[in-house]
């Protein structure tokens, strides 16, 4: 049982190029989530999905775009990064349905750095 | 929307100290309230929760606490030891345990 697999681990990239972060679950969840982590900034929820087949804005998305390809796997997508991209990304699972633990499962994060 | 505010941002205890890091939140209909632990490095974990019918949740050396009137909780960890020196965030939902708002981080430091 793997939980929440993310890739890669660590990328550089130069301004302006793209690139696409995975994310796969394999707790059966429905919910999944991508966060960004910055220094004194706690997380900051990029895009979600409550479920298979929705994604819906988080609160910074700008810059950025999301794929739910099924259940399992919830993609981030940045088309021409900027230096302000720079972070650590956190994928994460939940499931909501009552009777169930709540909390978030996360994966282990990716450092992204444009340049 | 949901706002969240943690403090303090920094705490430094002697090991054996208590430890109180507290979170206000802004939306009333908040029904959720986990604590993450994230080490140096790593992902953020949960270690302990608390819903908004419960008023106090204990697990072993850590307890929340939460007073919805005056919308704040707070996480007690007693008889602190090195190892739980990390940052600690705390986090908020009014949309059905999804979509958590988190606070911004308290590190602690727990001395031998």
């Known amino acids: 049982n793997a939980g929440v697999t993310q890739t890669p681990k660590f990328q550089v990239l130069k301004t302006g190029q793209s690139m696409t972060l995975q994310c796969a679950q394999d707790?059966?969840?429905?919910?999944m989530y991508w966060y960004r982590q910055d220094p004194g900034m706690g997380l900051r929820l990029i895009y979600y999905?409550?479920?298979?087949?929705?994604?819906d804005k988080g609160e910074v998305p700008n810059g950025y775009n999301v794929s739910r390809l099924n259940k399992r796997e919830f993609s981030l997508r940045l088309e021409s990064a900027a230096p302000s991209q720079t972070s650590v990304y956190f994928c994460?699972?939940?499931?909501?349905?009552?009777?169930?633990?709540?909390?978030?499962?996360f994966g282990s994060g990716t450092r992204l750095t444009v340049v | 929307g949901e706002n969240v505010e943690q403090h303090p941002s920094t705490l430094s205890v002697q090991e054996g100290d208590s430890a109180v890091i507290k979170c206000t939140y802004s939306?009333?209909?908040?029904?959720?309230f986990p604590w993450y632990k994230q080490e140096l490095g790593k992902r953020p974990q949960l270690i302990i929760d608390?819903?908004?019918?419960?008023g106090e949740k204990k697990d072993q050396r850590i307890a929340v606490t939460l007073n919805k009137t005056a919308k704040h909780f707070s996480l007690h960890i007693t008889e602190t030891q090195p190892e739980d020196s990390a940052v600690y965030f705390c986090?908020?939902?009014?949309?059905?345990?999804?979509?958590?708002?988190f606070g911004t981080g308290t590190r602690l430091l727990v001395s031998p």
């Open positions: 939306d009333s209909a908040s029904n959720y």
């Open positions: 707790m059966n969840h429905n919910s």
């Open positions: 986090a908020a939902t009014n949309t059905g345990f999804q979509k958590l708002v």
């Open positions: 994460a699972s939940s499931d909501h349905r009552q009777g169930n633990n709540y909390g978030y499962t």
């Open positions: 608390i819903r908004s019918n419960v």
């Open positions: 999905s409550a479920s298979e087949g929705t994604t």
